[in-house]
C-alpha cells in the first residue's frame, strides 16, 4: 500500500514537471519568436533603402533626358515647319549668351558663311526673337527684341497705321510711339512688322495691351505683349536678305 502511495506521488510531480517545461518552453518560443536584432534589422532596411533611392535616381535622370529628347524633337519640328514659311533663311541654334550691365545678346552658331547679314531678321515659332547684330564667320549675334536698343517700324493691323516699336528691357512689354491721336486701335490688336525698314513686311511682333495719350497730346502710345521670349528658346531661323 505504501508503496502504492510512494508511485501515485512520484507520478503526480512528474507530471507537474512536465507541464511546468513546457509552459516554459512554450512561452520562450513565442518570445523568441517575437525577437529581432536591431542591428541586424537597421543595416538590412538602410541597404534597401538605398537601393530605391538609387532607382529612383536612375528613373528621374532617364525621365530628365526623355524630356530633353522630346523638347529636342518638337523643338526641330516647330523649326521644319517655319522654314516652310520663310524659304529663304537658316537655321541656328542659340548657344550661349553676352551679358552686360544693361544688355543681353544671344550667340547663334550660324554666320556669314551660311549667308548671315547685319540687321538680318531672327524668328522663332511665335514670331520675330531679334535681330543681327553682328556677324562673324561661323557664328552671330542676335539682339533680343526686348532690348533697349531695339528699334523698328511696326504695323496695327486693325488700323493700318505705322508707329515705331521700341524694346523696354527684359520681362517688360513694348513700347509703340507715334499712334495718331484719333487711332481706332484698341487692346487685342495685331502688331507685325510694316515693310518700312531694315526688316520684311508682316512678320509677327505682339498684341496691343494698352493705349494712352501722349503728354505733349500730339499723339498716342501703347503697349504690346511680345509673342516671344527670347529667353526661352533655343532655336530660331535666320531670315536671308
Known sequence: MKRSLVLVSVFMVLFFIRGSIQHVFIAASARFSNFSFPGFQNKTVKIHRDEIS?????????????????????????????????????????????????????ILDSGSNDGIKKDSAVM????????????????????????????????????????????????????????NSDTDAKPGD????SGEGLLPKGLMVGIITELNMHSSQMYKTAYVEPFVDPGSIENVLILLK
Request: proline content about 1%; some cysteine.
Open 190 to 193: 495685331l502688331v507685325v512688322t
Open 54 to 106: 538609387k532607382i529612383m535616381q536612375e528613373s528621374e535622370i532617364k525621365s530628365h533626358k526623355i524630356k530633353d529628347l522630346e523638347n529636342e524633337n518638337r523643338q526641330l519640328k516647330d523649326s521644319l515647319g517655319l522654314k516652310k514659311d520663310f524659304k529663304n533663311s537658316v537655321a541656328a541654334r542659340i548657344t550661349g549668351r553676352l551679358k552686360e550691365e544693361l544688355a543681353v545678346n544671344f
Open 124 to 179: 522663332a515659332l511665335s514670331g520675330l526673337a531679334g535681330i543681327i547684330d553682328d556677324v562673324g564667320e561661323g557664328f552671330s549675334i542676335m539682339l533680343p527684341c526686348f532690348d533697349h536698343r531695339f528699334n523698328i517700324s511696326v504695323r496695327v493691323s486693325s488700323t493700318r497705321e505705322v508707329a515705331l516699336l521700341s524694346g523696354r528691357g527684359k520681362g517688360r512689354l513694348f513700347e509703340l510711339l507715334y499712334l
